[in-house]
């Protein structure tokens, strides 16, 4: 059973609520909205976001219900693809609305979190937060669509430079600005005791994190929200401000989802990517498992895959000549994400394992929808092919050197 609390409140220095939410803990589905456009024209649009939500929520259960069935990539893609369809269907109803009643500029940045099957699927557009609160730390589960959170990731403007600009409540992306509109979504598996705080940003902008850990990890739900509208109002309250706190139930598979969630944390992938980031990389990889004497990829096949190993140990021979074996993090096939060449050895595994794998097509997706991250996991397989290529010269060299010693002591 969801445990889960909703709060909100207009705050101290505006005059209506701009903000919406639902809840519905029957479908697994909670969202905050955070409207746009003054003059109640904010208000109209994070309500239309939540009643088009409302009236798609019985096709997003059904898919979930079909994910928690089986668990398979697939089917957890498909889940994905249902919040993506709402929100084409939401910003398309309010751009639209906007036409027709001369309200342009009326938009809503939204949040949503899809629960079931020991996931947690995660929507987000514009500048409504949703962090996940997990063994005494804070994680932030998606990245503000801002101008200046576009600055600090290109480099360009550090964070206290961000918090101080007067363009920090500037966004790139809004549900109803367009017809279309390009969401950012991940998913995770649940872990017991996790907690999932939804908010918009007249808390996320005046709480710090680590308040919100302290009042989330201290306080039922109940008591949680309340603490939280309250610290926000006690900084001032500058904005509207609403939160939900969910209180989902673990993955029933712990122990396979405490190892794999673990092991995701620790690919080298990963390295200095924020959280959110991960879980949108995530979206792209293919679970594989396998057990002793299962062959992943086999010589002179054709290869469009790079795999990961995240669990277990596997062989790496060319003919009948072993060439190496790689364990936890190691990873192989990083050419044929380029060259589609056929597979230069055989995989095979040594134990029972498990290992991710992502495919050229998928990568090349994924760097035309989210051009920044795309580039970011670019310049880490490059430079891991870097470090290969150097690793492997360097042991050319060395054998050259032995060959010639026994000329250089002889001279």
């Not at 005059?15 to 904010?42: I, T, W």
């Not at 709480?207 to 509208?229: G, K, T």
């Not at 072993?322 to 364990?327: K, N, Q, S, W």
Request: with cysteine; net charge negative; hydrophobic share 40%.
């Amino acid at each position: 059973m969801i445990r889960w609390a909703a709060r909100t409140d207009v705050g101290k220095k505006r005059e209506h609520n701009e903000d919406n939410l639902l809840s519905l803990p029957d479908h697994g589905l909670f969202l905050v909205a955070d409207g746009v456009g003054g003059r109640a024209a904010g208000e109209v649009a994070s309500a239309t976001c939540v009643e088009t939500f409302q009236e798609m929520a019985d096709g997003l259960k059904a898919a979930i219900e079909r994910f928690a069935e089986s668990r398979t990539g697939e089917l957890r893609n498909a889940v994905l693809a249902e919040l993506d369809q709402m929100c084409q269907a939401s910003t398309r109803r309010i751009y639209e609305m906007a036409e027709a009643e001369d309200r342009k500029g009326m938009t809503t940045t939204m949040v949503a979190i899809a629960i079931g099957g020991g996931s947690a699927f995660v929507v987000h557009v514009g500048d409504s937060r949703a962090y996940l609160f997990r063994e005494g730390e804070v994680r932030q589960l998606t990245e503000d669509h801002s101008m200046v959170n576009e600055l600090v990731r290109s480099g360009k403007m550090t964070w206290p430079e961000a918090r101080a600009s007067r363009h920090r409540h500037v966004i790139t992306r809004a549900v109803g600005l367009y017809p279309t509109v390009q969401p950012s979504l991940g998913s995770f598996d649940l872990l017991p005791g996790d907690r999932i705080l939804l908010c918009s940003d007249g808390l996320s902008d005046v709480v710090a994190p680590e308040r919100m850990e302290q009042i989330v990890s201290a306080w039922d739900p109940e008591a949680a929200s309340d603490q939280l509208i309250q610290a926000a109002l006690d900084r001032g309250g500058p904005d509207n401000v609403t939160v939900q706190l969910v209180e989902p139930l673990g993955s029933p598979r712990t122990d396979e989802a405490v190892v794999r969630a673990r092991t995701l944390e620790r690919l080298f992938l990963f390295e200095d990517m924020p959280y959110a980031a991960r879980l949108q990389v995530a979206r792209i990889m293919v679970e594989h498992w396998f057990g002793p004497g299962d062959v992943l990829v086999t010589e002179g096949d054709p290869g469009d895959s790079m795999y990961v190993v995240t669990e277990g140990e596997v062989s790496v021979t060319a003919g009948e000549v072993p060439l190496a074996r790689l364990t936890q993090n190691e990873h192989f096939g990083e050419l044929t994400l380029t060259d589609h060449l056929p597979r230069s050895a055989t995989v095979k595994a040594v134990t029972f394992g498990s290992a991710v794998s992502i495919s050229a097509d998928a990568l090349r997706e994924f760097c035309m929808m989210e051009p920044g991250l795309g580039n970011q996991l670019l310049w880490k397989l490059l430079k891991v092919l870097g470090h290969r290529l150097r690793a492997t010269n360097a042991r050319l060299v060395g054998e050259e050197l032995t060959e010639l010693e026994p000329l250089d002591v002889d001279g």
